[in-house]
């Protein structure tokens, strides 16, 4: 399974704020400047995030963003089913209409299924393990996995 960028851009932008040397708080401009991604682009991201609630935001002089509680609980499948917005892997329509083999073609249900499995075996990874540093954690360490 392929991710979109916007997605790999969401995970990085958590796995930076799960990180040991992220200040707690930070900027939409710093975040960018460390995943050498555009302002614009982060911004997106934030936003996605924090309609999700796994972070949190202030404005003004002293604001940034934060992970939430359910931020630092986040799993790498849980944040990409709740990203994905596709009702269909596979476009199945064409300038001239619909694929003629819509009704009886039975590689949608086959790629949903696949997708979904991609999903699963992602439900145990938590994004905070994701970063390199001294010990991974795994799901089995954590508390219960956020349902959003």
């Known amino acids: 399974m392929r991710i979109r960028a916007f997605e790999d851009l969401v995970l ?7 990180s040991p040397d992220a200040e707690g708080q930070m900027t939409t401009q710093s975040i ?5 991604t555009p302002y614009n682009h982060v911004s997106k991201a934030i936003i996605g995030l924090r309609r999700l609630g796994l972070i949190e935001s202030q404005r003004g002089r002293r604001g940034g963003v934060r992970l939430t509680e359910a931020g ?14 596709r009702e269909d892997v596979p476009d199945c329509r064409s300038a001239k209409g619909d694929c003629v083999l ?6 949608r249900s086959a790629l949903r299924l696949a997708r ?9 990874v938590l994004v905070r ?11 089995a360490q954590a508390a219960p996995r ?3």
């Open 12 to 18: 990085r932008v958590l796995m930076l704020l799960n």
């Open 32 to 36: 960018a400047e460390r995943v050498a």
């Open 72 to 85: 630092r609980k986040a799993t790498v499948g849980a944040v990409l089913r709740a990203l994905d917005d």
């Open 102 to 107: 819509l009704p009886s073609c039975g590689l």
């Open 116 to 124: 979904e499995a991609f999903y699963r075996e992602l439900d145990d």
């Open 129 to 139: 393990a994701l970063h390199p540093g001294p010990s991974p954690l795994t799901l």
């Open 146 to 148: 956020p349902a959003f």
